[in-house]
């Protein structure tokens, strides 16, 4: 296949990509969406094919590899429970960065393969190219692995500071850029490979810093990283469809890790350099006072809300962690027969990952025309009669909105406590990730359910 | 004077990060998620490099390093396609309308 003629299809399969995720606008298109990609994916694999012309022996490798791997990603895709989607994510993330690595390492150890040259004389720009792509492939790769380990619970989720962090990484960036800079005057090996090690050093040390509730910001940017790193071996390659997936790749990462500072009102930077929870849990404790609390039953949260006209349910994390998605919907269920409105109110940053809660309900068959976004929810709390927090904490406290010196000062929050009266199921008084106490707790029209967030909704469920 | 190639790739570049500015932006946040998990699987189309890498050029020994290296990140990336893609399918499906 001529050259000219395989870019053409590249840049098909490029469109494609683009209406992949054009389809994502409204959930009826994105289905549809979802083939545009499987579709790019396969002319541009195939394209590769006829345009390499080479169905000896290798072919068949490939072919057996591909179908290795190809079943091992069905086999999880399939297995996986939904709960489980941020770190499943965050490993495939990894694998796309670890994936530009060895074809970044491959391109440099045979050069004349990919038409850049021979070894030890490489074209300066491809060089260039392969060397950004392997750096921010392994950074990618090693960081979306802690991602991974903390999300799984194999690390803890508390961030891991220690002094001159900061510094460090810095240092090990301005080294990358040296190492790249010398890479394009020696061609030596040795360097190449010295890049690829202290990349993954990087990646390690950027990640352990930022906290479990954090995660959200660090998949996002993780996911724009492997775009960028795609980019880079695209470059390399002279594959516009590489180019173009790199680009869209990165910038959706970019944008979603956006989406999520705002819904924390912090900034990029202020989350990347780690430790909200490391420094404000300290000063909590010492002003840790006891406060009166309600405390009820499951009996007492059936009867509120079972005689409410309208009932909001805000989840959280805590969800997740109890798989209380199916209960919650089965409880929602019997106030519908009782003939309450529900709908659901979801904050930004709610859950591991952007949209996690949203993947949850809709596991549980909740309908998506019952789910709402912040601003538009937001408003309808001062008419509700019930709020019900359940696994949420922090983007319900009221602070955010009148304490100037509390860290989530600016946070948008659910305007939760302008209901009638607020369930808010919890095991106990315990301040949520960011360290603060919720005021929330101790309002008069606020109702704690001290039990885990499965449980209570089951016994609300029974005793309707 | 002619213009580099390396410049028409640049600009495609850029024009993609444009169109991806504006398309993500378009995605409702309820399917974010799904966002994630498809952006994955088309970032995997990294696979082309890997099968450059294991096929071309081959020599007599289709075990060289840089061979190597082709195979496993075809490994990596086809992982990545299938379960992506088959992961955001899983997704989509659950996503239902209210029942009239």
Known sequence: MSANLSALFYLISGILFILALRGLSSPETSRQGNYFGIAGMVIAIVVTFLSVGNFGTGFIYVLIFLIIGGSMGAFIAFRIPMTAMPELVAGFHSLVGLAAVFVAISAFLKPEAFGLGIIGNIKLASLIEMSLGAAIGAVTFSGSIIAFLKLRGIMSGAPITFKGQHFINLILGIIIIFLIYYLCKSQSSNIFWSLVVISFILGVLLIIPIGGADMPVVISMLNSYSGWAAAGIGFTLENTALIITGALVGSSGAILSYIMCKGMNRSFFNVILGGWGATDQASNLQSKEKKPVKNGNADDAAFLMKNASSVIIVPGYGMAVAQAQHALREMVDALKKNGVKVSYAIHPVAGRMPGHMNVLLAEANVPYDEVFELEEINNDFANCDVAYVIGANDVTNPVAKSDPQSPIYGMPVLDVEKSKSVLFVKRSLSPGYAGIDNDLFYRDNTLMLFADAKKMTEEIVKSL | ?100
Do not use: C
Not at chain 2, 16 to 43: C, D, E, K, Q, R
Not at chain 2, 51 to 61: C, V
């Open chain 2, 1 to 100: 004077m002619e213009i580099d190639p390396f410049i028409f790739r640049l600009s495609i570049f850029i024009l993609s990060i444009f169109v991806g500015y504006y398309v993500v932006w378009s995605v409702t946040p309820s399917l974010h998620t799904p966002l994630m998990s498809v952006t994955n699987a088309i970032s995997s189309v990294i696979i082309v490099g890997a099968i450059i890498a294991s096929l071309a050029g081959a020599s007599e020994n289709i075990f060289e390093t840089s061979n190597i290296f082709g195979f496993l990140g075809i490994i990596l990336a086809a992982v990545n396609i299938f379960g992506g893609f088959l992961v955001t399918q899983r997704m989509l499906q659950m996503y239902k309308k209210k029942k009239k």
